[in-house]
């Protein structure tokens, strides 16, 4: 969690600051619900599936986003300081 707050800081422009973070963190607040279904998944099908099975969604995912979003994919950040 503090470095995703961290990299939205610093690649966040001033004025889209308030906003991007507010939308992060209502994003967290969502996903508690999710994080509590998550259990019943591993008491389920057991610890190990469930890590592969994430790991391949986050993957899935990550790709996914990659492809169908431009600008993600064409994002650059060049003002290290």
Known sequence: MTMRSTILQLT????????ASSIAALSLWG?????????????????????????????????????FVPGIRKYRYNNLR
């Open 31 to 67: 996903l508690t619900i999710w994080d509590k279904s998550k259990w019943d998944v591993v008491a389920a099908i057991g610890a190990g599936s469930t890590m592969v099975i994430g790991g391949v969604l986050s993957v899935v995912f990550v790709l996914t986003v990659w492809r």
């Open 12 to 19: 966040t422009p001033d004025q889209l600051l308030g906003r």
